[in-house]
């Protein structure tokens, strides 16, 4: 699959200037942040940051700040004061907390305060032993997350326009953000407020076809990264897209494009492989009544006589997880299953492979419809499977296969599809969050 996103090797060093907000102030001044009594003029320290403003640099430090203890307007010595960071700024050695005994100067002088990239808004107090306390606001200016893509072969790109809270959708590059639809770097279409999509790899030497349906307003549209377009003037807007091309749910009504092919559906799920003479094949898979239906657009079809109608369909061909039973069409392979993801790929030779990764108590374990299987012995059982074989999330790990490749990471979608030389092609786009 060709890509023409930058090369990308590392993230961007932060320029944004920070602010770190102390509070030039006594405590008896703003009872409003003062969550002791004020000081009365008999004896109670009053404590004092230095600046009202402390300025920094994203992923920097901040030196010499420092409070100062009087007591009757006079610097006092021997007074213990702890000094509390929030909102993700730290001290050098990485606490959040410090704690000294004023010098003959009346001063505390703090710890380097160390910046974070990512900015935002927290407090910084201090307080001594006596309970008076004074609490000012942590502000600093905010650094984007970044999405990147990836995929199994080493290649990695950045998505630099793409807004750190917009959704990605299964289509590779396409994002939703509000109500604008982005391909890429560039808005592909506003006043969206729903859409899906899928990439696949074109048989005989086709390349990459990335494709997309989406409301615009009140009509259905699809297109794809070639400058295909067409509208499913028919499709209600109420429906929800699938992810095999074509494929919508309304209420009960099954549609494929612009007609309705089933009715008193409860569930359904698809999903679009590449085919060695057409291109594309979506196919589908739906609960009818109480009955599990498999379909395609070629006019092929069966039913599933044995999965229950409470099972959940997966992106697999043919595999359903109901409770801890994992099915592959109407036989269970395996129990105990907790998580469960699975993806289907049409081969260089025609053929599909259907895989699934599931979580068997603790223990992840893969395998495909060919009688292959494999256990992921070092992915926490915590993890989150992607749609894209061998990618899972953890926390802000992204694995891939028994390696953590990316960290930081805060949201993530995969894919995968045929490759030209290799059985299969496996895609991530990941949101990273910034980091010093």
Known sequence: MSHDIEQHSAAPSPTRRTVLAGAAWSVPVIAAA???PMASA???????????????????????????VTVNGVATAGKSVTTTLGGGYKFSDGTTTNT?????DGRVSLPAISVPASGGTGTVSASSLSAVTATATVTASSQSATWIATDNLGWVGPL?????????????????????????????????????????????GGGSLTWVQYLEGSTWKAADNRGWSTTLSQIPASATPLDGWGYFLDGTNLWYKDA???????????????????NLYPWVEYLKGSTWIAADTHGWSTTLTQIPST???????????????????????ATNVGKASAGTIELPNGSSLNWVVYLEGSTWKAADS?????????????????????????????WYYDSIVQTNVTNAVAGSMMSETATSYNWCEFLRAPSC
């Open 260 to 278: 309705i092919i089933d009715t008193n559906v409860a569930k359904a799920l698809a999903n679009t492989n590449n085919h060695s003479t057409s």
């Open 311 to 333: 099972a959940t369909p997966l992106r697999g061909w043919g595999y359903f997880l109901n409770g801890s039973d994992l099915w592959s069409f109407d036989t269970i392979i």
């Open 370 to 398: 060919r009688g292959w299987s494999h256990t992921l012995s070092a992915i926490p059982s915590s993890a989150k499977p992607l749609d894209g074989w061998g990618y899972f999330l953890d926390g802000t790990d992204l």
């Open 42 to 68: 008999s004896n109670e320290p009053v404590l004092t940051f230095d600046k009202s403003t402390y300025n920094g640099t994203a992923c920097g430090t901040i030196s010499g700040a420092y409070v100062t």
């Open 100 to 104: 000294q005994v004023s010098g003959s």
């Open 160 to 204: 630099n326009q793409i807004p750190a809270d917009a959704t990605p959708t299964l289509a590779w590059g396409f994002f939703l953000h509000g109500t604008d639809l982005w391909s890429r770097d560039s808005i592909f279409a506003t006043n969206v407020t729903k859409a899906t999509g899928g990439t696949v790899e074109l048989s005989n």
């Open 34 to 36: 003062s969550i002791a």
